[in-house]
T-cell receptor, first 111, second 112 residues
């Protein structure tokens, strides 16, 4: 069983719309979260990290973390076609260990 | 900064042959990671090094996979007796402190 679970598997939103992605860690030792984005033919690139309860905003991207439930979400407002990609959630136990990744959410932004 | 460099980008091997994948991490980064990506499993952690020392190889299939980091400028992942189920994209990544991880573009391995 995947220890980092993401939903939905795929998501289609209209250009200018809001995309919402979800992620849960089943291991309480892994509670530091990252969001990555991967375009076809490229490696994943970090979008943002969130380590504390609450919201963290970076431009059009907002992450929300609930440490009690180990649930993190990513919201992309004013979605653009260039946001179409595979989005991964990753969790780590502390800043010095490897990150566990989920299976990803494929986002398609339709013009 | 050319980022993490992986070679080759594509490799085709026959079943039973050996495959060696190369990674050049970003200069100055102390941590190097190897991941395997498939559609079904997503990104699976394989192993990582810190300051060239192996730290955790808990994700490595024990019998045919091995990884080395002989110097700070490159790491290799070797797969002996490749099998069709080894077909995947193998991603190398490096990190300055173990926080943000920078990935290469990957090596797509196809075992026929």
């Amino acid at each position: 069983q995947q220890k980092v679970q993401q939903s939905p598997e795929s998501l289609s939103v209209p250009e200018g719309g809001m995309a919402s992605l979800n992620c849960t860690s089943s291991d309480r030792n892994f509670q530091y979260f990252w969001w990555y984005r991967q375009h076809s033919g490229e490696g994943p690139k970090a979008l943002m990290s969130i380590f504390s309860d609450g919201d963290k905003k970076e431009g059009r991207f907002t992450a929300h973390l609930n440490k009690a439930s180990l649930h993190v979400s990513l919201h992309i407002r004013d979605s653009q076609p260039s946001d179409s990609a595979l989005y991964f959630c990753a969790a780590s136990s502390n800043s010095g260990t490897y990150q566990r990744f989920g299976t990803g959410t494929k986002l398609q932004v339709v013009p | 900064n050319a980022g993490v460099i992986q070679t080759p980008r594509h490799k085709v091997t026959g079943k039973g042959q050996e495959a060696t994948l190369w990674c050049e991490p970003i200069s100055g980064h102390s941590a190097v990671f190897w991941y395997r990506q498939t559609i079904v499993q997503g990104l699976e952690f394989l192993t990582y090094f810190r300051n060239q020392a192996p730290i955790d190889d808990s994700g490595m299939p024990k019998e045919r996979f091995s990884a080395q980091m002989p110097n700070q400028s490159h790491s290799t992942l070797k797969i002996q007796s490749t099998q069709p189920q080894d077909s995947a994209v193998y991603l190398c990544a490096s990190s300055p402190t173990g926080t943000e991880v920078f990935f290469g573009k990957g090596t797509r391995l196809t075992v026929v």
